[in-house]
């Protein structure tokens, strides 16, 4: 007897057809006409988890954040087990700027099967990126498993592995992803970056795959970041000076700063701090408040040493590393209904007066209390919290400040010499590297005039010179009891996420004091500016 299968029901054969649709137009670039058919699928099945899923997908497309992690959002609550749909909601509120809620997906995400090698490597950068790159490994050992002829997957789990402090592990890991790819600029400058100063590294390695990349391209200033890396170290001033220059102005040419656009912010600033001043607590407040762990938020330029004051906090077994948390940027602009993907711009700080600070202060709160539990200390170390000193002061009363000063010029020597991407677009400019520095000095020296008791001033050379007196004045400051071998980053093992990886796990040395010395006839625009802003002297 001869059996037939049932037809498939013509509800089941329109959802599929409809979401073939869906997927079409997405691929083809046209993500309106896509969450058309995707909006119209939900309405009509609103238990269809793919439904929503492809809606999502269309609307972040859009760059409609809200709605895209919403409709994300109810994709899960139908389909939970559905990796994928997670692994979205991660990289929707990354986008958005919440690193912590793209975190929680991220770790949601790791828990589920999931198919495609591309997921379980994005999944596992985000983990890395965020502080979590143990949980990571995994994830990248899944991805090459399934395909080691990728580079980015050898290339993501050396990043893991470096942030790990497993120095070695990484440097192979970063080796296979350039024998497959020669040309794989970043690779080669991670494994510059992680070589130790007597570590025998080949230059012409780094010359033959800039003759694999195109002109003027991004890749081709990694490669020049490195030679120059590489030049350095061997004492090559002319060859270094060079290439760091040659990748500065392409960097330049590629991000076109405008220097005017800052000088306005910071004015917009230092007017809304007039009235706020006034206002914050003159004394940090003993205990903390409510269950949440006491912040403390460690301040200072790019290349400062922030993240070898943190590593110091870290010693201290009640404080845990949070790194750069985006937290209390994301709960300010929550507190306004801003969707700006900036950090900070002319409207979040004009509108800086309209914030009910309480409120803000009890949503970070809520936020640390929830990612790190109750009590003790949380460190948060992102640079960019310098714009908004006066209102964590205002917003947490509880809040440790500490303020990382570095020589002027060392500071912007460091970071004309260091690769960030478009992190901080004034960065490939000598001239703008040291307007921002002044700009910065003159706005922490009205803070800290306002402020006294509020924000601890840290000189980076005095902690090389002294580091356990000076540590035990942080310490005191932030509240927290005397550990024995405190001022040692290397009694340290936690991960670091940050450009300083390899760096804050030797022991303090006075290496980068004075560095520009060697380079000051190539530095001289910067030099003349910091002079004239009387921010350094003549001799």
């Not at 960097?251 to 007017?271: A, K, Q, Y």
């Not at 943190?310 to 750069?324: A, D, I, Y």
């Not at 509240?479 to 996420?497: I, Q, S, Y």
Request: net charge negative; with cysteine.
């Amino acid at each position: 007897m001869t059996q037939t299968l049932p037809p498939t029901p013509p509800n089941v054969m329109r959802i599929q057809r409809e979401l073939r649709r869906a997927r079409t137009y997405l691929d083809a670039g046209n993500p309106m006409a896509a969450s058309a058919v995707a909006e119209n699928l939900t309405q009509q099945f609103p238990r269809l988890g793919l439904g929503w899923f492809y809606r999502s997908l269309a609307e972040a497309a859009e760059s409609r954040l809200p709605a895209a992690i919403a409709s994300a959002e109810r994709a899960a609550e139908v389909e939970p087990e559905r990796g994928e749909i997670h692994a979205h909601l991660a990289r929707c509120h990354m986008l958005r700027g919440d690193a912590f809620r793209a975190l929680q997906a991220a770790r949601r995400a790791a828990d589920l099967p999931m198919d495609e090698p591309a997921l379980h490597d994005r999944i596992g950068a985000t983990l890395t990126q965020f502080g979590d790159a143990e949980a990571a490994l995994p994830l990248f050992a899944r991805a090459i498993a399934a395909d080691a002829t990728n580079p980015i997957f050898h290339f993501n789990q050396g990043t893991a592995f470096r942030a790990l402090g497993r120095r070695d592990d990484a440097r192979a890991s970063f080796e296979r992803a350039i024998a497959i790819a020669p040309g794989f600029a970043l690779a080669h400058w991670s494994v510059v970056e992680l070589a130790g100063e007597n570590e025998s590294l080949d230059a012409e390695r780094i010359a033959a795959a800039r003759t694999l990349l195109g002109p003027d391209s991004e890749p081709l200033v990694q490669l020049d970041f490195a030679a120059a890396k590489l030049a350095d170290r061997d004492g090559r001033v002319a060859d270094a000076a060079e290439a760091w220059a040659r990748a500065n102005d392409l960097m330049r040419r590629r991000i076109r700063f405008d220097s005017s656009w800052e000088s306005e912010l910071f004015s917009t600033l230092e007017r809304q701090a007039e009235s706020l001043f006034s206002a914050i607590p003159q004394d940090v407040a003993s205990e903390a408040i409510g269950d949440a762990p006491v912040p403390i938020f460690v301040l200072g330029m790019p290349r400062s040493g922030t993240t070898l004051v943190e590593r110091l906090l870290g010693n201290h077994p009640e404080v845990r590393l949070g790194g750069e948390l985006q937290d209390f940027n994301v709960c300010i602009k929550r507190e306004l209904g801003i969707e700006t993907g900036s950090f900070m711009d002319q409207e979040i700080a004009t509108r800086l007066g309209e914030v009910d600070w309480s409120r803000v202060g009890a949503a970070y709160r809520e936020r640390l209390l929830e990612r790190f539990g109750a009590g003790g200390y949380v460190t948060d170390k992102l640079p960019g919290n310098s714009f908004y000193v006066h209102a964590i002061a205002a917003a947490l009363p509880e809040a440790r400040i500490v303020h990382v000063v570095r020589d002027p010029l060392d500071t912007c020597f460091a970071i004309w010499t260091d690769l960030f991407g478009s992190i901080y677009p004034y960065a490939y400019d000598q001239e703008a590297i040291a307007a921002h520095c002044v700009r910065y000095a003159n706005w922490m020296r009205r803070c800290e005039s306002a402020l006294p008791k509020r924000i601890f001033p840290l000189r980076y050379e005095q902690l090389v010179s002294v580091p356990a007196l000076v540590t035990k004045a942080l310490y005191r400051f932030c509240g927290l009891d005397w550990v024995d071998g405190a001022e040692d980053p290397t009694a340290n093992d936690k991960p670091v996420a940050t450009a300083s990886a390899v760096l804050v796990r030797e022991r303090i040395h006075a290496r980068g004091i004075g560095a520009w010395q060697r380079y000051a006839q190539h530095v001289a625009p910067m030099r003349e500016k910091l002079i004239e802003a009387g921010l350094m002297s003549r001799d």
